[in-house]
């Protein structure tokens, strides 16, 4: 399996557009979670699914935040309107059954809003 | 729920050893885990611990755990100018949650 795939690798935006990103996990992985990483807050779990049903998205920080799982290999993290507060690198990372085992994680994609 | 504490920063001299260490409120997870980021890329699964053990040691990788004190530790014997990256302590909270990472230890070698 080629891993986590996230795309865009950088994505650079201006303040008020929509902005999508995109994650495949690994194929088998029941779980997949996005996180969010800033100098400021380290890492920050956003929200995480379990056989494509969003669990728990008490850590998306605004309605501007949304995010979809509509089949096992495919998810997205939408920002509308974007704010430069949202600049960061976002990470999605998929594990198989059980939280307590390894979570791979892509090579994230960098967010500028301008 | 789980909380995880990290010192931000730790520079050492190549050749020296680093310890970068880790604290958690509340686990009762089977194992806790160190991941390893390289500037520009994701998180990668460095070692873990199983919870009782109270050490483990991977070639020049020494995991400590004090399940009494909630501390954890990593230390790195001989380290090299590749080992600068950002190590994140993960413990998984109670009731079988996703990870909890700390904010990771930016670790800086100088030669």
């Known amino acids: 399996d080629a891993g986590v795939i996230q795309s865009p690798r950088h994505e650079v935006t201006e303040m008020g557009q929509e902005v999508t990103l995109r994650c495949k996990p690994i194929?088998?992985?029941?779980?997949l979670f996005w996180y969010r990483q800033t100098m400021m807050r380290g890492l920050e779990l956003l929200i995480y699914?379990?056989?494509?049903?969003?669990?728990?998205d008490s850590g998306m920080p605004e309605d501007r935040f949304s995010a979809k799982m509509p089949n096992a290999s495919f998810s997205t993290l939408k920002i509308q309107p974007s704010e430069p507060r949202d600049s960061a690198v976002y990470f999605c990372?998929?594990?198989?059954?059980?939280?307590?085992?390894?979570?791979?994680f892509g090579q994230g994609t960098r967010l500028t809003v301008v | 729920g789980e909380d995880v504490e990290q010192s931000l920063f730790l520079s050492v001299r190549e050749g020296d050893s680093s310890v970068i260490n880790c604290t958690y409120t509340?686990?009762?997870?089977?194992?806790l885990y160190w991941y390893k980021q390289e500037p520009g890329a994701g998180l990668q699964l460095l070692t873990y611990?199983?919870?009782?053990?109270d050490m483990k040691q991977d070639q020049r990788l020494t995991v400590l755990l004090n399940k009494k004190d909630k501390h954890l530790s990593l230390r790195i014997a001989d380290t090299q100018t590749g080992d600068s990256a950002i190590y994140f302590c993960?413990?998984?909270?109670?009731?079988?949650?996703?990870?909890?990472f700390g904010k990771g230890t930016r670790l800086s070698v100088i030669a």
């Open positions: 993960a413990v998984p909270n109670s009731g079988n949650t996703p990870l909890v």
């Open positions: 611990i199983f919870s009782n053990m």
């Open positions: 509340d686990s009762s997870s089977t194992y």
């Open positions: 194929s088998g992985h029941d779980y």
């Open positions: 699914f379990n056989n494509n049903v969003p669990i728990d």
């Open positions: 990372a998929s594990s198989s059954t059980g939280f307590a085992t390894e979570a791979f």
